[in-house]
């Protein structure tokens, strides 16, 4: 009699233990990290989640805060320890060691068919890994000029449109005609220049990073890949009509001098509208301009913001139901606008507040159906790749420090024998 009811003692215990969140013990309780980071963007984030308690009794988020800085180490600690966040907030190019190491749920079957059919395949592909779908991509950003609308209009330039973009040579020629003394027609802030560089290059046809039939990448820099490289060296090192001091600076450390009158343009991100309106000098006039473009056309690479699952959730279905809430088109516009990026959904792209002329948004949503997945999306080792051959390479070359020559061997050599370690 003793032993049996020691049996059944033992057996209600691994029920409770098996049960994890449900309902007899309370409610689920997910834990979602957000890098959402502007005041905007927060809110919007948190206005959610309250949305959802407060309609979802039975299955509770609590919003976690992280940083994009060091998101990729904190969350390898944070896998490896078991300590991951059920929803993960991220960027596509990130995931490829995290979808392949094991960490992240393949969400093929986890996610409904309207937020499948909302998202274009193009936008699928950035956080496609193998055979599964690792991550949901929901927000882009296109890189775009920000230009001085004042200095441009007197200067009897040709604006460009995102159905007639300047040309990659042309932009050259308008940038050495806006220059003079003490001003230049573009500041490059190039502290992280690789994924400028790689995604820009889309648009004369680079591609950089080759798979063989056998699945392996190698990196090949040829003519079409440095057409953008060339192009921002020429101008720096021998039109003069780029700055020189900008190149290890980061996007918002050039706005002052772009405020000053000092750079005629600059290429940022699309989110960076906001810091604009938030800074700039009362009367500046300022404009987005789409992106130089080349061969291929104004397409351009980019890696979306993505929400993953963590592979060790014990509430995989219940988290994918809260993206799916995250994500409808109405508040996918929501945290567009928040973010100040456009959405990756179709539904959300025709939002008419997405498509007003104030700050650019037109100018931006156009360029939408021409982003494609970055060139390293899938590249096992790219982190590694960029961090010690990519970025000191390009620094370099763009700084005169080393040519064309020297930068190809150091891409091709050296950087294939990074990727080589992750293939065997």
């Known amino acids: 009699m003793r032993a049996r009811l020691l049996a059944l003692v033992l057996l209600l215990l691994l029920a409770g233990c098996s049960s994890g969140g449900s309902r007899d013990d309370g409610p689920v309780t997910l834990r979602f990290q957000s890098l959402a980071w502007q005041e905007e963007s927060v809110a919007v984030t948190r206005e959610l989640v309250a949305e959802w308690n407060a309609t979802h009794p039975d299955v509770r ?23 991951a966040p059920d929803i993960i907030h991220d960027a596509s190019d990130d995931l490829a060691d995290f979808a392949y190491g094991g960490y992240l749920a393949d969400l093929t079957d986890l996610l409904p068919a309207r ?4 998202i274009p395949r193009r936008s699928w592909e950035t956080t496609t890994f193998g055979d599964g779908v690792h991550g949901v991509p929901f927000l882009q950003e296109p890189r775009v000029l920000i230009a001085n609308a004042r200095w441009l209009r007197e200067s009897g330039v040709r604006i460009p449109t995102p159905d007639r973009p300047w040309s990659w040579s042309e932009f050259r020629r308008i940038t050495e005609r806006l220059s003079g003394p003490g001003k230049y027609g573009v500041a490059w802030p190039l502290k992280e220049p690789v994924s400028a560089t790689l995604n820009l290059s889309l648009s004369a046809g680079g591609r950089l990073f080759h798979r063989g039939a056998d699945g392996k990448v190698t990196v090949r820099f040829e003519a079409a890949d440095q057409v953008v490289p060339r192009t921002i060296h020429d101008q720096v090192g021998t039109d003069r009509s ?3 001091t900008t190149l290890g600076s980061g996007g918002s450390d050039t706005l002052p001098g772009f405020f ?3 750079y005629a343009m600059v290429p940022l991100g699309f989110s960076y509208r906001q810091q604009i309106v938030q800074q700039a000098p009362k009367g500046f006039e300022w404009q987005v301009l789409p992106a130089p473009a080349g061969s291929g056309g104004p397409a351009q690479g980019v890696s ?3 929400l993953s699952i963590a592979e060790d959730s014990p509430h995989k279905k219940e988290a994918a139901a809260f993206i799916d809430f995250l994500l409808r088109p109405s508040n996918m516009v929501r945290l567009a606008l928040g973010d100040w990026m456009l959405p990756t959904g179709t539904q959300a ?10 700050h650019g948004w037109a100018t931006g949503t156009a360029l939408a159906e021409h982003l494609r997945p970055a060139p390293a999306q899938t590249v096992r080792g790219y982190p590694e790749w960029k961090d010690k051959v990519a970025t000191p390479a390009l620094q370099e070359y763009y700084s005169g420090a080393i040519g064309l020559r020297d930068l190809r061997e150091r891409l091709e050599e050296d950087g294939n024998l990074v990727l080589a370690r992750y293939q065997r």
Request: proline residues 7%; hydrophobic residues 35%.
């Open 349 to 358: 792209l025709k939002d008419p507040a997405l498509h007003t002329a104030r």
């Open 61 to 83: 988020v609590e919003y976690v805060q992280g940083s994009w800085d060091s998101v990729h180490d904190q969350l390898l600690t944070a896998f490896e320890g078991g300590e």
């Open 304 to 306: 979306p913001q993505t």
């Open 115 to 118: 937020l499948k059919a909302d």
């Open 242 to 244: 780029a700055a020189p």
């Open 260 to 262: 000053g009158g000092r």
